[in-house]
């Protein structure tokens, strides 16, 4: 560990550790509170995108929202096997409540698919009222991969296509408002380490492990929310992370498969994908956590909204409050997903903005 302005001391890092291991081990006596599974408000009229809603926990986060009446945007890469879902879930519905929910393909490896995706949706002038950015990866044990952008993958699928996504759904975003977006994010990024100029683990100093890469993104998905809600200050839409507790999903697929259903079987303390879906829903469902979120704009706090999965405000890791580090991840952000520095700004004012992975635009 290093003690660089985007570092962390040894000791924060042995804290952050300390967390970790405690909040996950105790995670079920902290959420004893909760219904199992939450009883959602109607959500009729809301236009709701889910990413990443064919598996997991993003599968639960959409079908709960479906079920409660808001029309469901599945936001993935695997449209084929989202319509067999769907076909599925209308099946339990009664003829008197069908399901609303549209397909609609992303793949968060390529930036050219989000620049489409946003270009589909905002082009239907309706408003975007709650957008879950709820796909991702954790490649565990994997050796450091590249996409074709480019880009380390953890970095690009956990933290710079969504952020991507968020910043041009904002004109839909906009005419939804008051408007969430939801990050899923992890209790993991109290361990993460986030260099602005070494965003790909590219040097020796800041070596790659997919651990490393994991709890960086989600990191580096904090500060960019926290900077975002910055930038969103005298508007009606909010910024919101979360984090789901550690769930029993597919998100261990890359382990060995003996070592895989080990994880899957063993860890009594982990929750299901029901569970973990709790603390979106909440976030996506809650009156008062839009009041929240509007008393941290007012005290332009450094930080946006943090929700454990326990569905209580928590408190982000002491680097996640760092708003010089916060707007060096913002700056290099907005300039690896090719828009400009400004680029919030002018979509607010309603101006159209170009950015470099568009189709056809010149790399
Ligand atoms: N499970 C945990 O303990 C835990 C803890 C903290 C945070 N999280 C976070 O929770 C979120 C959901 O993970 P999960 O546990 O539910 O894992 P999961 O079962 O593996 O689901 C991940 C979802 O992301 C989608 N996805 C992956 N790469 C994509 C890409 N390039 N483009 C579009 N979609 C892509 C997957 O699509 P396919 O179905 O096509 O593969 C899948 O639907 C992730 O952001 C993860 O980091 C999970």
């Given at each position: 560990?290093?003690?660089?302005?985007?570092?962390?001391?040894?000791?924060?890092?042995?804290?952050?550790?300390?967390?970790?291991?405690?909040?996950?081990?105790?995670?079920?006596?902290?959420?004893?509170?909760?219904?199992?599974?939450?009883?959602?408000?109607?959500?009729?009229?809301?236009?709701?995108?889910?990413?990443?809603?064919?598996?997991?926990?993003?599968?639960?986060?959409?079908?709960?929202?479906?079920?409660?009446?808001?029309?469901?945007?599945?936001?993935?890469?695997?449209?084929?096997?989202?319509?067999?879902?769907?076909?599925?879930?209308?099946?339990?519905?009664?003829?008197?409540?069908?399901?609303?929910?549209?397909?609609?393909?992303?793949?968060?490896?390529?930036?050219?698919?989000?620049?489409?995706?946003?270009?589909?949706?905002?082009?239907?002038?309706?408003?975007?009222?709650?957008?879950?950015?709820?796909?991702?990866?954790?490649?565990?044990?994997?050796?450091?991969?590249?996409?074709?952008?480019?880009?380390?993958?953890?970095?690009?699928?956990?933290?710079?296509?969504?952020?991507?996504?968020?910043?041009?759904?904002?004109?839909?975003?906009?005419?939804?408002?008051?408007?969430?977006?939801?990050n899923m994010n992890s209790l993991?990024?109290?361990?993460?380490?986030?260099?602005?100029?070494?965003?790909?683990?590219?040097?020796?100093?800041?070596?790659?492990?997919?651990?490393?890469?994991?709890?960086?993104?989600?990191?580096?998905?904090?500060?960019?929310?926290?900077?975002?809600?910055?930038?969103?200050?005298?508007?009606?839409?909010?910024?919101?992370?979360?984090?789901?507790?550690?769930?029993?999903?597919?998100?261990?697929?890359?382990?060995?498969?003996?070592?895989?259903?080990?994880?899957?079987?063993?860890?009594?303390?982990?929750?299901?994908?029901?569970?973990?879906?709790?603390?979106?829903?909440?976030?996506?469902?809650?009156a008062n956590i839009l009041d929240?979120?509007?008393?941290?704009?007012?005290?332009?706090?450094?930080?946006?909204?943090?929700?454990?999965?326990?569905?209580?405000?928590?408190?982000?890791?002491?680097?996640?409050?760092?708003?010089?580090?916060?707007?060096?991840?913002?700056?290099?952000?907005?300039?690896?997903?090719?828009?400009?520095?400004?680029?919030?700004?002018?979509?607010?004012?309603?101006?159209?903005?170009?950015?470099?992975?568009?189709?056809?635009?010149?790399?």
């Amino acid at each position: 560990m290093n003690s660089s302005s985007t570092g962390l001391e040894w000791t924060e890092w042995l804290q952050g550790w300390r967390r970790l291991t405690y909040e996950t081990l105790f995670q079920k006596i902290h959420a004893k509170h909760l219904q199992d599974p939450l009883l959602l408000p109607p959500l009729n009229g809301l236009n709701c995108i889910v990413t990443g809603a064919t598996s997991g926990i993003g599968l639960e986060i959409a079908k709960q929202l479906a079920e409660s009446g808001a029309h469901l945007v599945m936001a993935v890469r695997n449209t084929s096997f989202a319509h067999q879902l769907i076909q599925k879930w209308q099946r339990n519905e009664t003829e008197y409540r069908s399901l609303s929910i549209d397909v609609i393909e992303l793949d968060l490896f390529h930036l050219e698919s989000v620049v489409k995706f946003a270009q589909e949706w905002n082009s239907r002038s309706k408003p975007l009222h709650i957008l879950i950015n709820n796909a991702g990866i954790y490649s565990i044990g994997q050796p450091q991969k590249f996409t074709k952008d480019g880009y380390e993958t953890h970095i690009q699928v956990n933290h710079l296509a969504p952020a991507l996504l968020s910043v041009l759904l904002l004109p839909s975003l906009k005419r939804g408002t008051p408007s969430r977006i939801i990050n899923m994010n992890s209790l993991m990024h109290v361990i993460g380490v986030v260099d602005p100029q070494d965003m790909n683990f590219l040097t020796k100093k800041n070596k790659f492990t997919s651990r490393k890469a994991y709890s960086s993104s989600k990191l580096a998905q904090l500060k960019f929310s926290s900077i975002l809600q910055k930038f969103l200050m005298n508007t009606n839409i909010h910024v919101m992370c979360v984090e789901p507790g550690a769930v029993r999903t597919n998100v261990t697929r890359d382990l060995p498969r003996i070592l895989n259903i080990l994880y899957q079987k063993m860890f009594f303390f982990m929750f299901d994908a029901q569970q973990g879906s709790r603390s979106a829903l909440i976030a996506a469902s809650d009156a008062n956590i839009l009041d929240y979120c509007s008393d941290l704009k007012a005290q332009e706090c450094n930080v946006c909204a943090f929700i454990g999965c326990n569905c209580r405000i928590s408190e982000p890791s002491k680097e996640a409050h760092n708003e010089i580090t916060s707007f060096e991840i913002w700056n290099k952000t907005m300039e690896m997903v090719g828009l400009p520095a400004g680029g919030v700004d002018m979509i607010l004012q309603g101006e159209e903005i170009h950015c470099r992975y568009g189709a056809n635009s010149d790399r």
